[in-house]
């Protein structure tokens, strides 16, 4: 039997691969996936293949009988709301907390950086559960409204903690020198128990909303509209812009309140954006779109690695195979999911939909699946390797977040006669986000089209290239500055006045890897985001977006563990040796550890290359096997 056919064998002259009536004789034997295209005959705009058979409804689960009046740019705008709050929250924290920890909480640096790169990883890869959860039980909108709901309780705890005293240690008698030396009264177990309690809380309540929000955005627009990857384009632009406004609100209105008003004003201004939203977004509720749960994708995934195992032995050329199994008619097994098209990869996955004679009339389902559930496994293997390639660029991300406020403290940050507070800093890489999204459709769009011949000036995959290549230069730059930038300081006597300001040496020159960096999120992330949502199964299309948040928090991680590993194997205490990320960073060698990230990065990229270039869009795969129909549709199969 050839390697790229599943055939049954001629003395069977009906199978269950049989759809809507079309037997499988042996003068007509075609490939598996055609039978999808003729079960399901309903032509997506622009011949993007089929529908997914995915039909909208309301709140309350019942169709939707106008169309018009639901969904569109007016539903988007409340959700965007909802994630503009959310990630001035996420970023607030994640700036402001270090501080906190720091200054309040009187916990080291390095600790207090290590505890919140922790936070944000963990709330960013926890992601999956509230994919999970979407796309199983509760559907988007109400994991998004539960979830909203526990940030907002989390985020009001942390006020709490940051405006009563009996959650904080005692402030008298420290300054900034019984600060260095670690002088100040220590936060007792329970003070500290209570703010990761409440810090856990949000990230919780974000690890709910992130893999939801973005995908039940898209969800608004109308698969079968002739503009559909238009606006779906448009949509992820300005679903990250919305992310971007929020960092810079975040970076500038937050810390500009904190300085002013304190901590406790600054948490609660988030908390009260929180609030907001969450009464905007559920405003909005009589103009969304919901997709039905499809059940647990989890157990799907179970039942088809389960079946596949029991059948390991089984042959596809046997006297006993009958065929491929899949339900007749137009629809799936798995609400809220169109039929898929059988693919060669991962041929011994098919063995769980290989239905034998032996098989009854009723059999169980974690002994025979649907080919549908075979290729949702399919597809979510074949995504894995994108988003993984993403780790690094996040790993960046954080390593910036971080180590350049350190970088910071060292430097002028004089604008003429304005002082821009240290943990403003971040904010331009937003700016440069903003910039770049807003100009992207009038500049990039047509100077790309031009090279690519892309209606949309590139594709999701190699806008994804773009980000990585990009996020490489950030890296690399930042390492040549950083080694010049301590070169200096020694030179001119701050070596060990390391939060001491150099008159002489801007701030500002972070500020080209800071928009070099924010250039690779816009390419890279937003690409990320599309892929993964167009790309996922219809009943996964949350986990499928919550594999860029899990590519998000594994950075965080992979940042906390590197770091880890740099201070136990470049540092020496014995010998008086500080190690690549001391403290006093007149003394560390952060430039090395730029560089580092910088080789790693070019071998990522590298790796991303291989797996882009193997990648097949779904629309490609669709598009083929409707041309394969066509063409054999009168021309007979030989016999296997």
Same mark, same amino acid.
């Given at each position: 039997m050839?390697?790229?056919?599943?055939?049954?064998?001629e003395?069977v002259p /009906?199978?269950?691969?049989?759809?809507?009536?079309?037997?499988d004789?042996?003068?007509?034997? *075609?490939k598996?996936?055609?039978?999808?295209i003729?079960?399901d005959?309903?032509?997506?705009?622009?011949?993007?293949?089929y529908?997914?058979?995915?039909?909208?409804v309301?709140?309350?689960g019942?169709?939707?009988?106008d169309?018009?009046k639901?969904?569109?740019?007016i539903?988007? !705008?409340?959700?965007?709301?909802?994630e503009?709050?959310?990630?001035?929250?996420?970023?607030?924290?994640s700036?402001?907390?270090?501080?906190f920890?720091?200054?309040?909480m009187?916990?080291?640096?390095?600790?207090?950086s290590?505890?919140?790169n922790?936070?944000?990883?963990?709330?960013?890869?926890?992601?999956?559960?509230?994919?999970?959860?979407a796309?199983?039980?509760?559907?988007?909108y109400?994991t !998004?409204a539960?979830?909203?709901?526990? #940030?907002?309780g989390?985020?009001?705890g942390i006020?709490?903690?940051?405006?009563?005293?009996?959650?904080?240690?005692?402030q008298?008698?420290?300054?900034?020198i019984?600060?260095?030396?670690?002088?100040? /009264?220590?936060?007792?177990s329970w003070?500290?128990? #209570?703010?990761?309690?409440?810090?856990?809380?949000t990230?919780?309540?974000?690890?709910?909303i992130r893999?939801?929000?973005?995908?039940f955005?898209?969800?608004?627009?109308d698969?079968?509209?002739?503009?559909y *990857?238009t606006?779906l384009?448009?949509?992820f632009?300005f679903?990250?812009?919305s992310?971007t406004?929020?960092?810079? +609100?975040?970076?500038?209105?937050?810390?500009?309140?904190?300085?002013?008003?304190?901590?406790?004003?600054?948490?609660g201004?988030?908390?009260i954006?929180m609030?907001?939203?969450?009464?905007l977004?559920?405003?909005?509720?009589?103009l969304y779109?919901?997709?039905?749960?499809?059940?647990?994708? &989890?157990?799907?995934?179970?039942? +088809?690695?389960v079946?596949?195992?029991?059948?390991?032995n089984a042959?596809?050329?046997s006297s006993?195979?009958i065929g491929?199994?899949?339900?007749p008619?137009?629809?799936s097994a798995i609400?809220?999911s169109?039929?898929?098209?059988?693919?060669?990869?991962?041929?011994?996955?098919?063995?769980?939909?290989?239905?034998l004679?032996?098989?009854?009339?009723n059999?169980?389902p974690?002994?025979?699946?649907?080919?549908?559930?075979?290729e949702?496994v *399919?597809?979510l293997?074949k995504l894995i390797p994108?988003?993984?390639c993403?780790?690094?660029?996040?790993?960046i991300l954080t390593?910036f977040?971080?180590?350049?406020v350190?970088?910071?403290y060292t430097?002028?940050?004089?604008?003429g006669?304005?002082?821009?507070?240290?943990?403003?800093?971040?904010?331009?890489?937003? &700016?440069?986000i903003?910039?770049?999204?807003s100009?992207?459709y009038?500049?990039?769009?047509?100077?790309?089209r031009r090279?690519?011949g892309?209606?949309h000036?590139?594709?999701? =995959?190699?806008?994804?290239?773009?980000?990585?290549?990009?996020s490489i230069?950030?890296?690399?730059w930042?390492?040549?500055?950083?080694? #010049?930038?301590?070169n200096?300081?020694?030179?001119?006597?701050?070596?060990?006045?390391?939060?001491?300001p150099m008159?002489?040496?801007s701030?500002f020159w &972070?500020?080209?890897?800071y928009?070099?960096?924010g250039?690779a999120e816009?390419f890279c992330?937003v690409? =990320?985001?599309?892929?993964? #949502?167009?790309e996922?199964?219809?009943?996964?299309?949350?986990?499928?977006s919550a594999?860029a948040?899990?590519?998000?928090?594994?950075?965080?991680f992979?940042?906390?563990? =590197?770091?880890?590993?740099?201070?136990?194997?470049?540092?020496?205490?014995? *010998?008086?040796q500080?190690?690549?990320?001391?403290?006093?960073?007149?003394t560390?060698?952060?430039d090395?550890?730029?560089w580092?990230?910088? +080789?790693l990065?070019? !071998?990522?990229?590298?790796?991303?290359?291989?797996?882009?270039?193997k990648?097949?869009y779904?629309?490609?795969?669709?598009?083929e096997?409707?041309?394969?129909?066509?063409?054999k549709?009168n021309?007979?199969i030989?016999?296997?």
């Amino acid at each position: 039997m050839g390697s790229r056919e599943i055939k049954s064998p001629e003395s069977v002259p /009906e199978t269950p691969a049989s759809f809507d009536g079309i037997p499988d004789s042996s003068s007509h034997r *075609k490939k598996l996936g055609t039978y999808f295209i003729d079960s399901d005959n309903r032509r997506m705009a622009m011949g993007r293949g089929y529908t997914g058979g995915t039909t909208p409804v309301n709140v309350h689960g019942k169709p939707i009988t106008d169309l018009s009046k639901t969904g569109g740019w007016i539903a988007a !705008i409340f959700i965007f709301g909802n994630e503009m709050a959310e990630r001035m929250a996420y970023f607030g924290l994640s700036v402001n907390m270090v501080a906190f920890m720091f200054y309040v909480m009187h916990k080291p640096f390095s600790s207090s950086s290590n505890a919140v790169n922790n936070f944000l990883g963990i709330s960013q890869a926890s992601s999956v559960l509230g994919g999970f959860i979407a796309d199983a039980y509760l559907g988007r909108y109400w994991t !998004i409204a539960i979830f909203t709901t526990i #940030y907002l309780g989390g985020l009001t705890g942390i006020t709490l903690g940051a405006t009563m005293n009996i959650f904080m240690p005692n402030q008298d008698e420290c300054d900034q020198i019984s600060l260095l030396f670690g002088k100040c /009264e220590p936060a007792k177990s329970w003070q500290m128990v #209570y703010l990761y309690t409440v810090l856990y809380i949000t990230g919780f309540g974000a690890a709910g909303i992130r893999p939801c929000v973005s995908s039940f955005g898209a969800d608004q627009f109308d698969e079968t509209s002739k503009d559909y *990857k238009t606006h779906l384009d448009r949509f992820f632009n300005f679903f990250y812009l919305s992310v971007t406004i929020g960092a810079i +609100v975040a970076f500038t209105l937050v810390v500009y309140i904190q300085i002013k008003h304190g901590w406790g004003s600054a948490f609660g201004s988030l908390a009260i954006a929180m609030g907001i939203s969450n009464l905007l977004f559920f405003v909005g509720t009589p103009l969304y779109r919901h997709r039905l749960p499809g059940g647990s994708p &989890l157990t799907r995934v179970a039942k +088809v690695l389960v079946a596949a195992f029991r059948k390991r032995n089984a042959s596809f050329s046997s006297s006993e195979y009958i065929g491929l199994y899949e339900v007749p008619g137009k629809r799936s097994a798995i609400k809220g999911s169109g039929k898929i098209a059988h693919t060669d990869d991962f041929r011994c996955l098919d063995k769980a939909a290989l239905q034998l004679k032996e098989d009854d009339a009723n059999p169980s389902p974690w002994r025979l699946c649907t080919v549908t559930q075979v290729e949702e496994v *399919k597809i979510l293997i074949k995504l894995i390797p994108i988003p993984a390639c993403t780790i690094m660029l996040n790993v960046i991300l954080t390593e910036f977040l971080t180590l350049s406020v350190q970088q910071a403290y060292t430097l002028n940050t004089h604008m003429g006669r304005l002082k821009l507070p240290i943990t403003c800093m971040p904010v331009f890489p937003g &700016l440069s986000i903003f910039l770049i999204l807003s100009l992207y459709y009038t500049i990039f769009v047509p100077m790309s089209r031009r090279i690519t011949g892309h209606p949309h000036g590139a594709s999701q =995959l190699q806008r994804v290239g773009i980000g990585l290549a990009v996020s490489i230069i950030s890296v690399a730059w930042a390492g040549v500055f950083e080694r #010049y930038r301590r070169n200096y300081a020694i030179e001119h006597g701050y070596k060990v006045s390391f939060l001491s300001p150099m008159p002489d040496l801007s701030a500002f020159w &972070l500020l080209i890897q800071y928009c070099l960096i924010g250039i690779a999120e816009v390419f890279c992330i937003v690409g =990320l985001l599309e892929f993964l #949502y167009e790309e996922a199964p219809d009943a996964m299309k949350s986990i499928g977006s919550a594999y860029a948040a899990l590519a998000g928090g594994l950075g965080c991680f992979v940042a906390s563990i =590197l770091n880890t590993i740099i201070k136990s194997t470049t540092g020496n205490a014995e *010998k008086m040796q500080p190690s690549w990320l001391s403290q006093n960073i007149n003394t560390g060698r952060f430039d090395y550890l730029y560089w580092l990230l910088t +080789v790693l990065s070019v !071998i990522n990229f590298c790796i991303f290359l291989y797996y882009a270039r193997k990648y097949k869009y779904r629309s490609q795969q669709r598009f083929e096997t409707t041309t394969l129909m066509e063409n054999k549709q009168n021309t007979p199969i030989n016999g296997s």
